[in-house]
């Protein structure tokens, strides 16, 4: 279903080349200031940037549709809405015959006997996490306190930022594209978050980072790392300030313990690239060539950033 | 909340200590054989053996407690409850003043205001993934076609099967603990499985996989490794019988491919070890050193396949 | 929360007097055939007509935010939002120190700590049945084949249609208004929907109708008559096409029978009167007159049976 | 579903004649005190009594599974069960082929493909408002300050209690039954409780209400009279303590409003009667006389306060 959260929800709607895309927050309290410029921040964070975004360019001012008076949220559901201007949709091809390699393409047709929009990913677009962000907006102004740093800490593997320029002009040249791994770290979180045995932290953060169209991966503290340690390495004792090494990334028992929530994200290259791509023509049943045109990220990873604390504050908006 | 899923929905309740420990299963369609019997498999392969598991010996034979009929589920709730015999508490120390590096004495009794059931880890206990097993044997008997192949698959950071005796026997020898990771990979999965923008395949396994104890991690597919690759070599081309590589784990946009569903989740060393731990005392204000006695698990990851296949059954049992 | 339903889930939003109201549906089939023009008949049912209703006229067009390509719905969510046009919010009073009797005023301003939208009920308008109606109109096409009869049966105490006229135009005099009772009947239900032991026909048609502002009782088949009937009175015997009388209105043990779906609903007067009311001032601490200004309908129970229709319809297609 | 609430989740499971009867708490807070003795007393005003319950005698004690530990609550699933001893199933005729007029025997056969345990009614018997009442014991401690006056205002038509034992005998000599009415009212409940848009107090106490075994009808406040009043006469004004008439029965726009909640519930006669009656043979295809042997209620009527008490506590419990 579209929306997640039992206090405070969140629904999305919309496509990538409709009318618009939008988010319904259901369960924010009452009596926050809000306005529109509130959003900027976090949507100039997500916006593709240098020679590693698309070029596509939208506005992406928010109206907001219903749940404000007079400057304050009322308790009733905030709907946030982003119409589209910019969609070209002659830039997308017809994928009906030439699925595109990692793309939902195939299997949103499958599944809705051909009645989804295909234009621009339709309800599968990157697109549909904007209103994401700005979900995440309101629930960081309901976290008030909680302080969020989330970042890019890997670019094609590597962790060396100076590199990385260079790393992005390659691959445009060659037409292909570069995956990353995100870094969130969120301090003063209080202790007593997550509701086990299901709705454990890690648990309600998985579930809405692996939302983010591109996730592959998702650790917490040590991580995979922490599988070939031995106990005695990997305990993390208590010290008078809580936890002392945060080996286990602010969670015990799926319960937060005090000290900063920290993860790590594995973002996969994306998709669409233009280089030319072998895969199956069903039409002609038989392979084919596939030269993906339009606007697209040549590094998806570096907009997520935002995406996954935006993903992290609603949950936490929700747990709290 | 103690409940998870949407259509088929399990319910998990119990301690480790108190009366035994129980789950109900709503959304079982009528007409299922199921016997007693039919649960002995699973819960063997949970059972710890060899001496890298806890000495706690439970018969664990499940009541069937409603649901069924003449040897048939009726439609109706399914309840499966496992008696506690086994327990000695005086085994469990008092964690309050000196609570256990890892586990969840400290936090529970934070939230719970101390009114939680300390006993050998209450409802935190990993005891709670009995009926969580007995559930996924329900879930693989509504799955049926599809096949589930889950095992340890690195111990310790070795992937070398040989050498895992011996790294056992040190840990034990040494009072320490060890952790390990495990690979599932489900067959004949149909096309369409996963409801995004929410509920993507990825999101709903990682949300049941993390209830788990004790999991630090969860990939799919090519995972963190796929977030150094780049787009020609991370795509996956179709071919006349589907995805080719299968590096997105049989997955595209969040909805299940056709390609087996594959995916790693890391197991941490076990928290309760017997070698002593320098560690805080509340009580005292001070460092402290803490030897756990009692009877745990050496190395839980070994038991942890069956039970990631217990959780991965019962969210495509919701999901079909 | 402002959803309801697990499988067709309709989301609320909107105010009376702010940008519009709308309605999210998740969990609509794909394939469906949908245009604006489709609406205009629930939407043209539910508007306020004659003498009994509000002179407040919109034009009721909806706009379609997502969910649609080419004329078909795509299973995405389907969002449906009416711009608010003919809002003359001045008519509004200052309800704070003089709630109006009836009226949630009070009640939303000390639970939303007066930051609700007071201006024409807000988030608790009348005006958010039109999505609903919206809603109604995509429920009855998932439901192909059954048929809906829903109407006004009294009208103040009245089921002498004849006599309706004469006492809405003589309660307009006296700057009054009127209740009445909606009955609903749907034919060609199948047998077998409804899920107990909680989700009875019953329990999810009661749950909807209670959503709609000023209903005060609602009854099935027999209903409080059926309180004095003996069982061999009451009972219903199947004859060769199902139970003869109905007397359960359409239900058995909270699964729909085969039979009509039936029941009646109790509608109050609408509390805004012009007619001057004694009531208690909050500022001045003492009883004071109160004179409703503004448009308001004399008769809401008129406008009613849509609404219910709706309601029905968004129960049985959550259920079919 | 067979669960209820969002916050205090209320799950039931069982049959008549199975192994028990039980429910699931989840969302209870912690350190509340318990034990098997603070259910008598609830557990005694649903046993049937008199010369119109039903001869069926169980001790009714309950088990606690779970969520206890030295006398509180702690927080986790509190699992109540009731052993079933007391069954005759040989009492239960077969119905497949002659379903008993206003039982769920027929639509629960083609629901369920046979699958469904007819003994007693099964999943569908008024023994699983047992653990309802326990569930309603425990919310209502939760609800401490609050004061239930639930209880039978009408029997068979006659408000007058002095004629009720006489009615009662009488039927009973006829081999019939007998409905009522039951009025509830809540003293002491909070302003500002309910959660429109979808989720009033009226809906979910009629959600709740409506999954009790033979209601028919629920009316808040004036009810069905309200259709027939005038708005000038309908109409609450405020006093300074309040709403004066509390013809909304403590409810405005769905939400509380200080004044008692006050609603009544209509219920019908028992469908189990000894007289004969005649309903249709799906095997001989052809109209039959059926007689309903077993131990059955005469007045299940006079059992229902309790249950609709214990229904409005767990609802009242999971919004405050």
């Known amino acids: 279903m579209d929306s997640f959260g039992r206090i405070f929800r969140v629904s999305v709607f919309g496509e990538s080349h409709g009318r618009g895309v939008g988010a319904v927050l259901d369960g924010v309290p009452d009596g926050i200031e809000l306005e529109a410029s509130d959003f900027r ?12 975004g698309s070029s596509r360019r939208e ?32 830039d997308y091809q017809d994928f009906d015959a030439l699925p595109r390699p990692g793309h939902a393409d195939y299997v949103a047709a499958v599944k809705w006997d051909w009645n989804n929009d295909p234009r621009g990913g339709g309800h599968f677009s990157g697109r549909l996490t904007l209103p994401i962000v ?3 907006t309101v629930a960081k102004k309901i976290l008030d306190g909680m302080s969020f740093n989330t970042s890019l800490v890997e670019l094609g593997g590597s962790q060396e930022r100076e590199k ?17 791994i995100v870094e969130c770290v969120v301090d003063n979180v209080p202790i007593g978050l997550g509701e086990p045995f299901w709705d454990s932290v890690e648990s309600l953060v998985s579930h809405a980072v692996f939302s983010i169209p591109g ?4 650790e917490f503290g040590d991580g995979f790392r922490s599988s070939a340690m031995k106990g005695s390495e990997h305990n993390d004792p208590f010290g008078p300030q809580g936890p002392i090494k945060n080996g286990s990334g ?12 920290r993860f790590r994200v594995a973002v996969k290259p994306c998709s669409s690239i233009s280089k030319p791509q072998k895969t199956y023509n069903f039409a002609k ?11 697209h990220d040549l590094c998806f990873a570096m907009r997520v950033p935002v995406i996954v604390e935006a993903m992290t504050a609603i949950v936490l908006a929700d747990l709290v």
Not at 215 to 218: A, F, L, M, Q, T
Not at 285 to 295: N, P, Q, S
């Open 164 to 180: 990385w320029d260079e790393m992005i002009r390659s691959a445009a040249a060659e037409g292909d594209s570069l995956g990353g």
């Open 250 to 261: 602010g969670v015990n028992g799926g319960i937060s313990n005090g000290a900063p929530l």
């Open 59 to 90: 506005e992406d001012v928010p109206e907001i549709l219903s749940g404000l008076y007079e400057g304050h949220t009322t308790g009733a559901p905030l709907t946030i809405f982003f119409p589209n201007h910019n969609t070209e949709s002659s």
């Open 215 to 218: 996730v592959r991966g998702i």
């Open 285 to 295: 049943e038989k392979m084919d060539t596939l030269v993906v045109k339009g606007r």
């Open 134 to 136: 700005a979900a995440g």
């Open 41 to 52: 921040n976090d949507i100039d964070r997500r916006r593709p940037s240098g020679p590693a």
